[in-house]
Structures are given as structure tokens and as C-alpha cells.
């Protein structure tokens, strides 16, 4: 019964959409954002039979649904014990892309990890094991940095990196990280200065790649001669292990300053919700990078 009464009063309350009334519109509104994801099918299917003018005014009521509901559940995952920063890249990607299908980009990790793991079996020694993780996702025929447009916001989006087999370097080591985690090889994130790089960390080794260029395996000394070469004065804590809070943190200021600068307020409210809670979540003493 009580599905019943539900129904009634979301066909209630988006009739009461088509009243020019802003009090009527605030409330009705209000009141949808109060029912939340469970009232959107419903909401969808109503504004299907609606003139042109109300559909206008329901997809703004459900785009703010749906952001409450992001912002709840990016809050949540904040608090967690262990950020979990493939769920947290997923969540930045509906920012933008509202009704993705994640499960097409899980299995197409999934299957990127699969054929990993098979180029692995008759690996040996790390430099090895790298290799042929590095030539796997960023050789050829995998993914790349996008220097031709370097700051297009679907460099950011986990979605967009994956269909469009390139990304910026923080976006490319996400994608690494990820399949890494799924085959049990110690990648982790090094946030250096102007790109973003991984390393192959144990207790017998520690290589650095660059996903930007193809996977290449690194030095410190030819970082220390890029960061010489931009001016960025080096220090040996630039290339230290970031944690995967301090990546969720830096993709969501990229992001943050490219709408910044290209005037998307909407985009840099949500965003800047999403690093405010990062900050407040953190765990005391903890600190995340300026």
C-alpha cells in the first residue's frame, strides 16, 4: 500500500512542476530531493508524458537527486577507514556522466588485468614484471597521454580515459593502479610535480614508470633533470608514495581549476564539495597536499 501512496504523490508532485509558482516549484522540489533516488524512475516515466517546458523543469529536479545522492555517497566513502579510489574515480565520472553504465568499465578492467596476468606467467625479475605491465596498458596499442588536449575535462573521467584510450598522467596511473590491485603487483602512486608516475614497490626493488610515455621505466636522476628543466626545485620528497586520498584530492583541483577557468560554476560548487569533504574526512594528524 504504502508503494502505492508513493506513487501518488510523485505523479502529484511533478503535476505540481507545471505551476509557474517559484514557492510551489521550491517546495515540490524539496520535497522530490527528500524521496531521493528511489523517486527518479518514477520521476522519468512522468516526465516522458510532460510538455517541453515542465521536462525542463524535472531534469533540473532530478540532476539536484542525483547529486545528493553523489555527495552522500562520495561523503560516506570519504569516512571509510580505506579510500577506496577506483569507487572514488567512478563517482567524479558521474559528476559528468550521470547514468554511466560502470559495470562495461569494471569489466573492461577486468579483462585489461586478465591480459596482464597471462603476459605474466613466465615473468621473473621486476624489471620484467614491469615491462610487460607497462607495454600491456600504455604500449601501442594501450592507453596514452593526450597532449594534443591536454586540459578537455574527459581527460579526467575514468569513463572517457577508457573509451578514448588516452588521459592525462594522474588518470592513466589511476587506470594502473586499479588493474594492478586486481593481479596483486605492488604499483603505487607518485605524485610528482607536472606528471603523475607509478612504481613497482617491494622490498627487493622500486621502479618508476611514466604512463604518459608509453609506460617507460624511469630514473630519479632523469626526474630530477625534467623538474630542473621546468624550474621546480627538487626535493627527494617529490618522489615519495601518495596516498590514494591525495589522488582522489589532486584529480578533483584538476578538474576544479580547468572549470575555473573555463566558467562551469556548477561543475566547481560539486567538485569543490567533493574535495571539501576529502579534507574533513581525513583522519586526525593526516594532511593532504595544497
Not at 605492488?186 to 627487493?204: C, H, K, Q, W
Not at 632523469?222 to 617529490?238: K, M, N, Q, T, Y
Not at 580547468?258 to 576529502?278: E, H, K, S
Request: aromatic letters at 6%; proline letters at 5%.
Amino acid at each position: 500500500m504504502s508503494v502505492g501512496i508513493k506513487e501518488r504523490e510523485i505523479r502529484a508532485l511533478v503535476a505540481l512542476l507545471e505551476d509557474d509558482s517559484a514557492f510551489v516549484q521550491e517546495r515540490v522540489t524539496a520535497r522530490l530531493r527528500e524521496l531521493g533516488m528511489s523517486a527518479v524512475p518514477m520521476v522519468e516515466a512522468e516526465a516522458a508524458k510532460a510538455d517541453a517546458r515542465t521536462r525542463k523543469r524535472i531534469r533540473s529536479v532530478l540532476e539536484s537527486i542525483r547529486r545528493d545522492a553523489l555527495l552522500s555517497e562520495f561523503a560516506a566513502l570519504a569516512r571509510a577507514p580505506v579510500f577506496d579510489l577506483e569507487r572514488g574515480a567512478f563517482l567524479l565520472a558521474r559528476t559528468a556522466y550521470p547514468t554511466l553504465d560502470e559495470h562495461a568499465y569494471h569489466r573492461q578492467l577486468d579483462d585489461l588485468a586478465q591480459a596482464v596476468q597471462e603476459s605474466l606467467t613466465a615473468a621473473a625479475s621486476p624489471v620484467e614484471i614491469v615491462s610487460r605491465f607497462a607495454r600491456i596498458l600504455y604500449g601501442p596499442a594501450g592507453l596514452t597521454g593526450d597532449f594534443e588536449d591536454y586540459y578537455d575535462p574527459a581527460n579526467s573521467y575514468i569513463n572517457c580515459v577508457l573509451d578514448r584510450r588516452r588521459g592525462i598522467p594522474i588518470s592513466l596511473s589511476a587506470i594502473g593502479l586499479f588493474v594492478a590491485r586486481r593481479v596483486g603487483l605492488p604499483f603505487v602512486g607518485i605524485s610528482m610535480p607536472a606528471r603523475f608516475l607509478l612504481a613497482y614497490e617491494n622490498p627487493d626493488a622500486r621502479i618508476l614508470i611514466d604512463p604518459c610515455e608509453h609506460g617507460k621505466i624511469v630514473t630519479p636522476e632523469e626526474c630530477r633533470d625534467r623538474l630542473d628543466r621546468l624550474g621546480v626545485a627538487w626535493r627527494e620528497s617529490h618522489l615519495a608514495t601518495v596516498a590514494h586520498r591525495d589522488i582522489m584530492f589532486r584529480m578533483l583541483i584538476n578538474l576544479i581549476t580547468i572549470f575555473q577557468q573555463t566558467g562551469n560554476g556548477a561543475q566547481v560548487d560539486l567538485l569543490g564539495r567533493m574535495a571539501a569533504t576529502i579534507r574533513h574526512a581525513l583522519p586526525p594528524g593526516a594532511h593532504l597536499p595544497g
